[in-house]
């Protein structure tokens, strides 16, 4: 397998990434783009539809040309806690707020990694909360809960 002269992973995913772009350009093909000025309902979808087609062809060009390269093995460890992380913030969103349902979902996410430093990680699960607090609820004025009561 070293041997190839392709990475047929990146060359797959690039034309996966250009099929994405493609579907997306033809679901939203009767919708009104407008200008950046004034979008219309199709401005969004077709821009990142641009976005995912370039980053599409990168991944095929670099699939042709760069080497093979394995993928490293599935850590189940990894897998699990991320999923974990992902429900808990679901979960707790709404319940808990978005402060404690944060950091919470970092600390859980720290668990994939056996290098995770339990301080280190509330630490930056504590900074995450507060920036996802300022960004959320007071930058974008999003009616999310900040605190259970």
């Known amino acids: 397998m070293e041997g190839r002269r392709i990475d047929l992973q990146d060359l797959l995913f690039g034309l996966f990434l250009m099929v994405v772009a493609a579907f997306t350009t033809a679901a939203t093909w009767s919708l009104r783009?407008?200008?950046?000025?004034?979008?219309?309902?199709?401005?969004?979808?077709?821009?990142?539809?641009?976005?995912?087609?370039?980053?599409?062809?990168?991944?095929?060009?670099?699939?042709?040309?760069?080497?093979?390269?394995?993928?490293?093995?599935?850590?189940?460890?990894?897998?699990?806690?991320?999923?974990?992380?992902?429900?808990?913030?679901?979960?707790?969103?709404?319940?808990?707020?978005?402060?404690?349902?944060s950091l919470v979902t970092i600390v859980i996410a720290g668990f994939a990694s056996r290098e995770t430093r339990p301080l280190e990680t509330v630490l930056f699960g504590g900074a995450m909360a507060v920036g996802a607090v300022l960004l959320f609820v007071q930058a974008l004025k999003l009616p999310v809960p900040v605190w259970p009561w």
């Open 33 to 101: 783009v407008g200008t950046a000025a004034n979008m219309g309902p199709g401005y969004m979808p077709r821009a990142i539809a641009v976005l995912v087609l370039a980053f599409g062809l990168f991944f095929v060009v670099r699939g042709l040309v760069a080497p093979f390269k394995g993928i490293t093995p599935l850590q189940p460890r990894a897998v699990l806690f991320i999923l974990l992380a992902v429900a808990a913030f679901a979960l707790l969103v709404t319940t808990a707020g978005l402060m404690i349902a």
